[in-house]
Structures are given as structure tokens and as C-alpha cells.
């Protein structure tokens, strides 16, 4: 665990993870994207899945919760009509977890040290070319913030982040 | 059976029980028009689309029916977009039906294509593009439920011309289950432990006040909200949207509250330390700057809407229910503990009215908080300068209107001065009979949605208070009116400016009047009306509105617009400037010298 995810009980965050279950229509992510610009609510990331029922999609929506109430939030998109259900993960009960891709430009002996780095993270080499390596982290967003800031001092050729996907946290018994 | 899409949509809607609906055609609705020459649904065919969607709202408004209106694909579906948006505001179930290009041209900026689903996102409840005819009827059914229920609201239906065209087998969904919602869940009873402490509130109130809005009109709660009243001895403030929803006659009664209501109103809630909003969302316009809006109330927040609860004010107790539902709950709840109310003290003695209400229960008399109400009416009843040198003083024609028609009158207003004056000086004493944008505020409004309120309730008198500038944005509706013979009556409270601006102007831009001149006779408001097939009548001196009044109300075929030149330089008050504290209320200037005892 890297010092930027250990955080002390209680801190108050300022991101807030929304389930969203809605039906797979056309329209339907213009629909949430609207409400969130009509509102003036901020996201951080949105991700998108299929769900193993056809019918359904699913969002993983991370919602500043400075820009609005959390509760105001969760009211508006549960009225619209194409969204069947919303569960809220605070971010101290659940696991998140996001995907970097990042593609670096390398020598000869930046190579070798970047393929340490990301060895360090537990991250890995995708693709290699003769000037640029392309590095992949599956992990925390805290974990992946720290990688880019560290990526940083390189030459970044390109990055993409996933936007994170979440599930609540096991309890330590049972469950 | 086998339908065209467009034979399908009409049956659905006369399956839906859709008596009349307002519209006009193009190319891409084309197909749907043919089949409503056989059709039972009177349609009526306007001058131009918005016209429409505002005769639907106002359809709406009073039969509490789901007004519909139909239209083109392109410019026709975006002449709905102001109803729509309007409509949304202000909760009114509407279903608007637009042409779409066909299926195969969708993307391709085809003529007259528009990606109306897209344009109304926003401003719909809930819309659906249709792209199969086998889709029509269930989506018909869906938009009619979603519509009408929960927190009513206009929805769209985009129908592109082959689907119109195409051949499907008829059938109609009968429950609930096959209208494909599983998003769709309103929640109408309220939670019974929220109701209960609620009502412990309540009991223990020595401030309370009745704040109530547009939803206990909606949920049909007019008469659940005499009893609540009558039951707790409670004075009740009814919004804009909500005049009509209690009788201003009645002791209990407070009036409108807000930027331009009465002291009395929004003092009291002020001073209130206990707000029970019925239906009400804390709009702006009703509290002001919001951290400085009723500071002492506790308040407990009854809405069908649970993304209305502690939007702009969190409630102490919060309910998410059905208006009236809810109020009947707490009547039971109020039974429970034993609160019955005096019929004696409440019909005679205004004062005496609280006190009979809980002393039953042993509760804290509100003497105190009647006679401070009391008190502020008498110092500060709404007034107007009634000494006019010969001109006409707009409050005076809503006050002779007022006296001059029956009780049960629907009044239908535009957007401006003439709007507050409409709702300040009118006497509300039924359910339904009041008609305005509040939310929205669109200029416009009136001469249409009066048109919809009178084909919705045609055994009422339907009089439209309009202003000179309003009545220019949509006065060609009194032809669809002629034609159809709708014979609605409009006022012009003709005062030559866009005079709401005026007003802003005069008081907080230093009288620098940018663009708000009109003209009081361009156009000729008299020959207009003649010319669109209507009595048309002007009066210039205030000896003549009885009798212009008394003339209008005489005629019953043909539409009837009347031209009161009035008083260019009258105000609206009271008023609390925009942004600021309704503990600044601003009386009219012969009242500030006025002080109450506190
Ligand atoms: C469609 C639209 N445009 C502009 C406005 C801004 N506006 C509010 S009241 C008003 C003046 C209305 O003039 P008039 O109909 O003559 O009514 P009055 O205030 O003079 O009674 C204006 C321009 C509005 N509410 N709606
Ligand atoms: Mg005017």
C-alpha cells in the first residue's frame, strides 16, 4: 500500500461511488450525462457495462459530492424513468479499482528504469517499440495517481485512464 | 387486427379516453392525421404549435386530465418546446406527439429532421422514440401512466413516418406489468412513522402556518387541506400555483405569499416556527434569499417528489407522498390524538379560530400568533392608489372583473404585472380556477391555455387576463378560437410597456427604461380582434370597464377582447427585490409610514 491510499478513519472524502442500474436503451447514458450537466453536478469518472441480464446496463459513477449533496444527487437520477436502481458506496467501504494504459518515451536507459518502476507498482509492460513502451497498472486510483505523478517526470506520450469500477467491501466475518 | 402505426396511435389514444386534442400537421405526422378523420377525438387545429402545447396545459390545469397536443417533425416539434419546458415547471401532465423522418433518414439531416427526444430531454418527464409500429401502443400507455402519475409532468412521443405507415397487430396493454417501466416506481403513501411526527410538530406549534403549493391541486387535495386547516386552526398561505387550492374567503386564510404577496403571507412565514409546505417546493420566488427565509421555522415537507426534500430547505420531517394521502393520514393522526375541531368558533370569531382548534387537545393556544396575524392584515392589506385622475387602474379592472362574474370563474393569466395583479386581486374561492404559468413564466401563455381551459370545462366562464405584451406573442389563437368557436374572454390590461421590465427598470436600474415601450394603440388591439373574429371592445376611462365587463359577459358565440387602457406607471407591491430577504418586503409607498405593533 503506497502512503497516498492509507487514510486515517473517519476522514471525510470528497468523491462518492453511485451503482446505477438502468435499461439498456438507446438514449440512456445522454439521459445521465444530461441530468448531471442540467444540475450542475460534478463527476469525477463514468464507466459503463453490460450486466449478465441483456435488459440492463451498468454505471459506475464516481459524483463529486462538493458540487452537490450526495442525497440531491441519488434523488434526481432515480427519477429518471430509465433507471431501475442506485446503490451508494462511500469510498471507506468499498474496493476500487481502475486501469492505466500509458505509453512512454524511452531510450535505451530509460527503458530498463521505467520497467523497474512499473515492476515496483506491480504493474506491466504491454507493448514495447523501438523509442516508446506502453506500461499498464490495474489498480487503486490512489496507486495509479501516484504511478502518473512518478510517469510524470518522464516524457508521457499518451494516457488513458478507465475511470473506476467499485464493490462493497467483505465485512471480516462471514458474508 | 391488423393497424397502420398511425391508425394504432389514434386508437391508443381513444383507448387512453382522449376526448380532444389540439395540434397541426406537416410531412412527417402525415399518416396520423388520416385516420383522426374517423376518429371520436375532436382535434383542434391551431395557428401554430405552441399554441397548442399551451392548450393543452391549460386543458390540463382544470379537468386534471392529461392534456395532449400533436405537431410535426423539425420547426413544428420545436414550436412545443416552450410548452413542454413550461409544463415541466409547473407539473402539468401533458403528452405531445411529434413526426419524426423515417428510421432510415434519422442522422441524416433529412428535411425537417430534429432530434426532438434530444431537444426535450431536459424538459420532459420522459420521452421515447418509437421504432417499431408493434411499439405504439404499449408506449402510448407508458407515456399516459408516467404522465398522470407520481409527480404529474409532459412527456413526448416521436413517431417517424414508417412506423406511421407500417403494418401491426393491434392489442393493448392491460396491467401495469406490460408497460415495460421497471425504472418507474412513484411512491404515493406517505411513511406513517414521518406522518406521526410530523403531527407531534404540529400539536406543539405556537407558530404554524399552512405553506401550500401546486401539489395539493394536483393530488385533488382542496378539500383534505379545508379539513387539515379547519382541524389544527392552522392559517394557510396558498402560492401562486396553489391559488384556488383553499378560499381566500376563508378565515384561516392567508393569501398568496412571495416576491409579490401580501405582508401578512410572507411575514408570517417569516415568523413562523413551524412551516408545514404541502405540496410546495421552496421556490425562489416564495423564499427569497434562502438563508435568511423563515430562520425560526422547523418544517416538515410533504412531496410526492423525493428529489424536492431538502433541495433548497432541509425539513425537520420529511414525507414523500401523495399531497392529499398524506393529509388525510394526518387528519387520522390528529384524530388519534384527539384533536377535533370547534365548527362554531371557526365559522364566527376569526381570532377565536386557533384557540377552538387546539384548546380540544389541551394544546398551546395561538392567541398570541392570531393577533400579531391579525394585526398585519389590518396595517397591511394589499392597497393600490385608487384616486386615478381618469385613468384606469389595472388592480380596479381585476377587482370590477372579480365582482362582476360568478364565483367559480376560471382566470387564466399571462406573464407580468398583470399576472401579479390577477392573482393579488382575483378572490380564489374554488379548486381549478386559476390558470398561470408560475414556474416558467412564459409570455403567451394566457390566450392559448385559456383556449384549453375552455374546451375543458365549456359550462364555465373563461376570462383571460392578459397583457398588451403577452397577448402579442400568441393572439392568433383567438382565429383557432373563432373557428372553433371557443368563446374565452380576454382582458388586456393594455399599459403600452412590457411593464414587469418597466418596473425592474424604475426601481433598481434607475429608471433608465431600455426597450420596454410598446405603444398603447400598435397595434389596434380592437381591430385585431375584429379581424381574428372576436367582439373587440376598448375602454379609456374607469366609467367605462363596468359596462365593457357587463357587454363581454353578454356574448356566449364568439370570442370577446377587451383593451383596458390602463395606467402605465402602476407597480406591483408588496415586493421583495430579487435576492433579497422577505423581511425587506417593500410595501407600497402609502403604507411605509404604516408600523405594527410587534
Ligand atoms: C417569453 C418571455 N419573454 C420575456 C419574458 C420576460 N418578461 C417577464 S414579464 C415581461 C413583460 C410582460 O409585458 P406585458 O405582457 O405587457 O405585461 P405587464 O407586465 O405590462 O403587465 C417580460 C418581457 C418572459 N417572461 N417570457
Ligand atoms: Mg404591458
Known amino acids: 500500500m503506497t502512503a497516498a491510499t492509507a487514510r486515517s478513519e473517519g476522514e471525510s472524502f470528497r468523491h462518492h461511488i453511485l451503482t446505477v442500474l438502468v435499461e439498456n436503451k438507446a438514449g440512456v447514458l445522454a439521459r445521465v450525462a444530461g441530468l448531471f450537466s442540467r444540475r450542475g453536478f460534478n463527476i469525477f469518472s463514468l464507466a459503463v457495462a453490460p450486466t449478465d441480464d441483456e435488459r440492463f446496463s451498468r454505471l459506475t459513477i464516481v459524483v463529486d459530492v462538493e458540487s452537490a449533496p450526495l442525497e440531491q444527487v441519488i434523488q434526481q437520477l432515480d427519477k429518471l424513468v430509465n433507471v431501475v436502481s442506485i446503490s451508494q458506496l462511500a469510498p471507506d467501504a468499498a474496493v476500487e479499482r481502475e486501469l492505466m494504459l500509458a505509453t512512454v518515451a524511452v531510450d535505451a536507459r530509460l527503458r530498463s528504469e521505467i520497467i523497474e518502476l512499473v515492476g515496483v507498482f506491480r504493474g506491466e509492460v504491454v507493448n514495447v517499440g523501438p523509442d516508446r513502451l506502453t506500461v499498464m497498472l490495474a489498480g487503486s486510483p490512489d496507486t495509479l495517481d501516484d504511478l502518473e505523478r512518478l510517469l510524470g517526470g518522464y516524457t508521457i506520450v499518451e494516457l488513458q485512464r478507465s475511470g473506476r469500477v467499485a464493490l462493497p467491501k467483505l465485512g471480516r466475518s462471514g458474508g | 387486427m391488423r393497424l397502420t402505426g398511425a391508425q394504432a396511435l389514434i386508437k391508443s389514444l381513444e383507448t387512453q379516453g382522449v376526448e380532444v386534442m389540439f395540434g397541426l400537421p406537416g410531412g412527417a405526422i402525415l399518416p396520423v392525421y388520416d385516420p383522426i378523420l ?373 382566470v387564466v393569466a399571462g406573464v407580468g404585472q398583470h399576472q401579479m395583479w390577477a392573482s393579488q386581486y382575483w378572490r380564489f374561492e374554488h379548486p381549478y380556477t386559476w390558470v398561470n404559468s408560475g414556474g416558467a413564466g412564459t409570455m403567451g401563455f394566457a390566450v392559448p391555455a385559456a383556449v384549453g381551459a375552455k374546451v375543458g370545462r365549456p359550462d364555465k366562464t373563461v376570462w383571460a387576463i392578459d397583457g398588451d405584451g403577452c397577448f402579442q406573442m400568441t393572439a392568433q389563437e383567438l382565429v383557432t378560437a373563432s373557428a372553433e368557436r371557443i368563446p374565452i374572454k380576454v382582458a388586456i390590461l393594455n399599459n403600452a410597456y412590457l411593464g414587469m421590465v418597466r418596473q425592474w427598470q424604475e426601481m433598481f436600474y434607475a429608471e433608465r427604461y431600455s426597450e420596454v415601450y410598446l405603444s398603447p394603440d400598435l397595434p389596434d388591439y380592437v381591430k385585431w380582434a375584429e379581424a381574428m373574429g372576436c367582439v373587440g371592445i376598448r375602454v379609456e376611462s374607469p366609467e367605462e370597464v363596468a359596462p365593457a365587463i357587463e357587454k363581454a359577459n353578454a356574448i356566449d358565440d364568439r370570442p370577446v377582447v377587451v383593451d383596458f387602457r390602463t395606467d402605465a406607471f402602476e407597480k406591483v407591491f408588496p415586493m421583495v427585490p430579487a435576492g433579497g430577504s422577505n423581511d425587506d418586503i417593500v410595501v407600497h409607498p402609502n403604507q411605509a409610514g404604516a408600523r405594527v405593533a410587534q
Open chain 2, 38 to 410: 374517423d376518429s371520436s377525438i375532436r382535434h383542434i387545429l391551431v395557428r401554430h404549435e405552441q399554441g397548442a402545447g399551451h392548450m393543452a396545459e391549460g386543458y390540463a390545469m382544470v379537468t386534471g386530465r392529461p392534456g395532449v397536443a400533436m405537431a410535426t417533425s423539425g420547426p413544428g416539434a420545436t414550436n412545443v418546446v416552450t410548452p413542454l419546458s413550461n409544463a415541466y415547471m409547473d407539473s402539468t401532465p401533458l403528452v405531445v406527439i411529434t413526426g419524426q423522418v423515417s428510421t432510415s433518414a434519422i442522422g441524416s439531416d433529412a428535411f425537417q429532421e430534429c432530434d426532438i427526444t434530444g431537444v426535450t430531454m431536459g424538459i420532459t418527464k420522459h420521452n421515447w422514440l418509437v421504432k417499431r409500429a408493434e411499439d405504439i401502443p404499449r408506449t402510448v400507455a407508458a407515456a399516459f401512466h408516467v404522465a398522470t402519475t407520481g409527480r404529474p409532468g409532459p412527456v413526448l412521443i416521436d413517431v417517424p413516418k414508417d412506423v406511421s405507415n407500417a403494418q401491426m397487430e393491434w392489442y393493448w396493454p392491460e396491467t401495469e406489468a406490460d408497460l415495460d417501466l421497471p425504472g418507474y416506481h412513484p411512491r404515493t403513501e406517505g411513511d406513517p412513522a414521518a406522518i406521526a411526527a410530523a403531527v407531534e410538530l404540529m400539536l406543539r406549534a405556537e407558530r404554524p402556518v399552512l405553506y401550500v403549493g401546486g401539489g395539493a391541486l394536483k393530488s385533488r387535495g382542496a378539500a383534505a387541506l379545508i379539513e387539515l386547516a379547519e382541524r389544527t386552526g392552522f392559517p394557510v398561505v396558498t402560492t401562486l400555483m396553489a391559488r384556488g387550492a383553499f378560499p381566500d374567503s376563508h378565515p384561516l386564510c392567508l393569501g398568496m405569499p412571495g416576491m409579490h404577496g401580501n405582508y401578512t403571507a410572507v411575514t408570517a412565514m417569516q415568523r413562523a416556527d413551524l412551516l408545514v409546505a404541502l405540496g410546495s417546493r421552496f421556490d425562489d420566488r416564495v423564499t427569497g434569499r434562502v438563508d435568511a427565509f423563515a430562520p425560526g421555522a422547523k418544517v416538515i415537507h410533504v412531496d410526492i417528489d423525493p428529489a424536492e426534500i431538502a433541495k433548497v430547505r432541509v425539513p425537520e420531517v420529511a414525507i414523500v407522498g401523495d399531497c392529499r394521502v398524506v393529509m388525510e393520514r394526518m387528519l387520522d393522526a390528529l384524530d388519534a390524538a384527539g384533536l377535533v375541531h370547534d365548527e362554531a368558533a371557526v365559522r364566527t370569531d376569526r381570532g377565536a379560530t386557533a384557540v377552538a382548534g387546539s384548546r380540544a387537545a389541551g394544546r398551546p393556544a395561538r392567541e398570541g400568533w392570531w393577533g400579531q396575524l391579525r394585526a398585519w392584515q389590518r396595517e397591511y392589506p394589499l392597497h393600490y392608489e385608487a384616486e386615478s385622475e381618469g385613468t384606469v387602474k389595472p388592480q380596479m379592472v381585476v377587482e370590477t372583473l372579480r365582482d362582476l362574474n360568478p364565483e367559480d370563474t376560471i
